[in-house]
């Protein structure tokens, strides 16, 4: 019997300890404080901006590491840290547009009081390039040769070639090079600096006070911040990874803000008082087809097949029925940008007769009486992968019946996320493995770059880090792709830009199926916010909290 | 018992040696870690090239293997992509109880990420472990004391109903009902996820409040085949010839049955208990989820998705390393329990 009491004697001394642990490792405003809860469905990788790619991290940037512009509710950028936007009317850019001028302003401080200056401009560029440092991208920082500092608050960029998207790529957070010189110098990395995943010295009106893993990342106001004050006094981001759970929360007030929602879950939200906001983000959910004589399905090597297609699957209900008419059918991959859609350019109609015309005149036709097209002995059935998203999913059903009607048989496919977009030779999508792919993407918003579809961008066993995984090499294309990168005389730019859209509207390379926009659930207590679609949270600092004042 | 403990450690070594080789080999082929870097776009070729030569990820499976377990500082790294090594590597291996770091966490030390996580399991799964643990014991020996009455029949069938039910549905339903319901209709209501309110802060009485619904849903799960297993042990020993030498005795029934009884009916159940210990520190995967506990099962699920695999063997081995511990263990506390067991010829 004492031994038993010992037992629970024991495990309850663990449980205190435990607790005690958890709760001594910090975390907690009190007092009051207004605190912003933003519920966050995936967790930070890594918090130097050099080190992710991931949405969730570089979207905070604008809460404690200012960009050096930003974008506003209509996506136009807008000076941060520079006292203007270089153009070639102010002499930021040079006329061959090899030369990029930038001046800062003269108040910028980190949190730790340290001066802001184009040094940390020049460092972050170093860092990025460096082979030591196992970055996340080295663009588009590998487009420039090199970089000056006449003064503290000027910075002139030189590159290798005229680039055009450097408004929408360039300096997406600037690295204190007071904290991490010195690390670079002693172990000649900044891989493993405390500062990527402590960065306790920023530039935005608030600043890391914790991260902890898996739980939340807490930022406070930052006392040297040089821009108007923040209504707000923290900003805690918690980590929720279950979309069931965020919605709950939501419900119950255990969130202030929740994004990523699912179409489904709308109607529940906006029953319970949360206002859902939709920002059209430049992604769009499309059908990418493989489009090579060695791999992919032969019909798709025909135009007429693959506008077949377009016209046999009924994409304006999708979005009625399954995504609740809360998007639409993007006409092109660039459908976010008007600027580059001209002439505007028209879906193809659900017209499933002129469908089954086209795929008569192409030759596949029902030989056999089974339901199914065919030709020269091949029958028409494709396969359709994509990930196991529910939404995804229910698509393919859809779209597998409507094609049936057609005379084109579908197989599904799913996979997860991380098998289905593995490298060549491992993943399916990147080895060809399927005819008919679907994901969302789009063009590196707010600019209309894309370099998926070059030529010499096609995986193989050679090569197999290429991006070009629908195999297809179209030379006018891959022409225009190179050609508009170095563009930058905005008028030419829009021109191939919109031919590009035109290549791929009447070839249908890409069939859009629902716009992508971002989807934030917002409580009614938060006052103010507006959302950008590049730097969501750009205007933080007028954000309220009304319930938190009464 | 030390030459026992001595040789079941022993023999634990080429056990855990081939465990780490298939759960590496497994593991390696279960995603690729740069195409969840990527973000929302595609990786760019030139960055896909660099970082699976800065990674590691070039080498040969077995090359890999070799460089967790033993380090690569003894081998010269290509850093800027020429073909030509550059300097030495800087990793120790696990041998020399270097874990590497995460790779989604770039630069976080392997041991560092589970020791942040392993104190929030431990006081959810062993708070949880001592609820089922009391609460199967107490309906376990009532059931076995009152075989085949209605209350016997009662617990049967609710513990039935919650063993059949998923934990998922279980966790979201108290989730609605205590979080989301209770609110609206005005009546007290538990938080529905992460560990503290950050308003109020994270204080002892915050953390335990948060743990209530987790804990709820992982017990109510476990009562079933807990307090069966209980109920039946308890049924065959107040059956045997010494409890009713007990009774004849006239010994108090209390005596009889938490003396007498349960310590011999506890034999077996020290073995399912054994055998649970240890997964205890994998935490529980889905409870985890979806209360947005910041667990071992959570760190687990994220870093198996994103093909983390240094993380992913870091928690794998602990468990393993943790089952051989616990079952050494276990076999100490039977001897403890039955005194006709010995470890000596």
New interface residues.
């Given amino acids: 019997m004492q031994g038993k009491k010992s037992l629970f004697q024991y495990i309850s001394f663990i449980i205190l300890v435990s607790l005690l642990l958890t709760a001594c490792q910090g975390g907690g405003a009190g007092g009051g404080d207004k605190v912003l809860t933003l519920i966050w469905t995936q967790e930070f990788d890594s918090l130097n901006p050099l080190y992710t790619n991931m949405w969730f991290t570089t979207v905070t940037h604008q809460v404690w590491l200012s960009w050096a512009w930003e974008f506003d509710q209509a996506n136009n950028a807008f000076p941060k840290l520079v006292t203007e936007l270089p153009s070639m009317e102010n002499g930021g850019i040079s006329e061959d547009g090899m030369v990029i001028t930038m001046h800062l302003r003269d108040d910028l401080e980190w949190s730790d009081g340290e001066k802001l200056t184009a040094d940390d401009f020049i460092f972050t560029w170093e860092m990025a390039i460096n082979p030591a440092n196992s970055v996340a991208s080295t663009y588009p920082y590998d487009r420039i040769s090199s970089i000056e500092a006449p003064d503290d608050t000027t910075v002139v960029i030189n590159f290798i070639e005229p680039f055009a998207p450097w408004l929408a790529t360039l300096w997406h957070g600037i690295l204190p090079a007071h904290i991490l010189k010195p690390v670079f110098e002693a172990e000649g990395t900044i891989d493993n600096a405390p500062w990527n995943l402590a960065p306790t010295v920023g530039c935005g009106p608030y600043v890391l006070d914790t991260w902890e893993s898996g739980s939340f990342a807490r930022f406070v106001r930052n006392d040297n911040w040089w821009g108007e004050e923040p209504k707000i006094d923290e900003v805690f981001f918690r980590f929720v990874p279950d979309d069931a759970s965020q919605v709950a929360a939501l419900q119950a007030g255990d969130g202030d803000v929740g994004t990523f929602i699912a179409y489904s879950d709308v109607p529940t939200l906006q029953d319970a008082g949360i206002t859902i906001v939709t920002e059209p983000s430049g992604y769009n959910e499309g059908m990418f087809f493989v489009i090579n004589e060695e791999l992919g399905h032969p019909a798709l090597l025909d135009v007429k097949v693959r506008q077949a297609i377009a016209m046999g699957i009924d994409r304006v209900s999708m979005n009625e029925d399954l995504l609740l008419g809360l998007t639409q059918v993007p006409a092109s991959f660039w459908d976010a940008l008007a600027y580059y859609n001209d002439p505007p350019l028209e879906n193809y109609p659900y017209d499933p007769a002129a469908a089954a015309a086209l795929l008569d005149e192409a030759g596949w036709v029902d030989s056999n009486g089974n339901g199914v097209r065919d030709k020269d002995g091949v029958e028409l059935e494709l396969t359709y992968g994509t990930t196991i998203r529910e939404i995804r999913q229910n698509a393919q059903a859809v779209i597998q019946q409507q094609l049936a009607e057609i005379g084109i048989a579908i197989e599904i496919l799913s996979y997860d996320a991380d098998i289905y977009f593995s490298s060549y030779g491992d993943g399916p999508a990147a080895s060809g493995e399927l005819d008919i792919m679907e994901w969302s993407d789009g063009p590196i918003f707010p600019d209309a770059d894309v370099y998926y579809w070059l030529c010499d961008e096609i995986p193989s066993d050679d090569y197999p880090d290429g991006t070009n995984w629908f195999f297809l090499c179209d030379p006018e294309l891959d022409e225009l792709v190179l050609a508009q990168s170095t563009q930058v005389d905005a008028a030419a730019r829009q021109q191939s830009i919109s031919r590009i859209n035109q290549i791929f509207h009447d070839q249908v390379y890409w069939l859009g199926l629902w716009q992508d926009p971002d989807v934030w659930a917002v409580s009614s207590r938060v006052q103010n916010y507006k959302f950008s679609v590049v730097t969501p949270l750009y205007n933080i600092v007028e954000w309220d909290l009304i319930e938190a004042s009464e | 018992m030390l030459r026992f403990i001595i040789k079941r450690v022993l023999q634990a070594i080429p056990l855990l040696f081939f465990i780490s080789l298939i759960l590496f080999f497994l593991m390696m082929n279960?995603?690729?870690p740069?195409?969840?870097?990527?973000?929302?776009?595609?990786?760019?070729?030139?960055?896909?090239?660099?970082?699976?030569r800065?990674?590691g990820l070039d080498q040969p499976i077995y090359m890999q293997y070799i460089y967790w377990l033993i380090g690569n500082d003894w081998k010269k790294i290509d850093?800027?992509?020429d073909g030509i090594g550059d300097?030495y590597g800087t990793r120790e291996g696990i041998l020399r109880g270097d874990f590497g770091?995460s790779i989604?966490?770039?630069?976080?030390p392997v041991t560092e990420?589970i020791a942040?996580?392993l104190?929030?399991t431990?006081?959810l799964m062993?708070?949880s472990e001592?609820v089922i643990i009391v609460g199967a014991l107490g309906i376990g020996v009532y059931s076995a004391l009152r075989q085949y009455s209605w209350v016997d029949h009662a617990i049967t069938a609710v513990s039935f109903v919650g063993y059949s039910m998923p934990i998922f549905f279980i966790a979201?339903l108290s989730?609605?009902l205590f979080?989301?319901l209770f609110?609206r209709w005005g009546l007290p209501?538990l938080?529905?996820?992460?560990?503290?309110?950050?308003?109020?802060?994270?204080?002892?009485g915050?953390?335990?409040l948060h743990m209530i619904l987790p804990v709820l849903s992982i017990s109510l799960i476990s009562f079933a085949a807990y307090s069966r297993y209980i109920r039946s042990t308890m049924l065959e020993v107040l059956g045997q010839d010494y409890i009713r030498t007990a009774k004849a005795k006239g010994l108090p029934k209390r005596q009889i049955v938490f003396?007498h009884a349960l310590k011999n009916a506890s034999l077996p159940i020290v073995t399912v208990i054994g055998l649970d210990l240890p997964l205890l520190l994998g935490g529980a995967i889905v409870t985890e989820?979806?209360?947005?506990w910041?667990?071992m099962g959570?760190?687990f699920?994220?870093h198996v998705?994103?093909?983390d695999t240094p993380v992913v063997m870091g928690i794998l081995m602990l468990i393993a390393v943790a089952v051989v511990v616990f079952q050494i263990l276990t076999d100490i506390v039977y001897a403890?329990l039955d005194p006709r067991i010995r470890f000596e010829k």
């Fill in positions: 279960m995603g690729d740069i195409a969840a870097m990527a973000g929302r776009n595609v990786t760019r070729s030139s960055d896909r090239a660099r970082l699976t800065q990674l850093i800027d992509g300097s770091t989604v966490n770039r630069g976080r990420v942040q996580r104190p929030n431990l006081i062993v708070a001592v979201l989730m609605y979080g989301v609110k209501y938080p529905t996820v992460g560990m503290f309110d950050p308003e109020e802060g994270k204080t002892v915050q953390v335990l003396i989820r979806i209360f947005a910041p667990g959570r760190l699920l994220d998705s994103r093909a403890w």
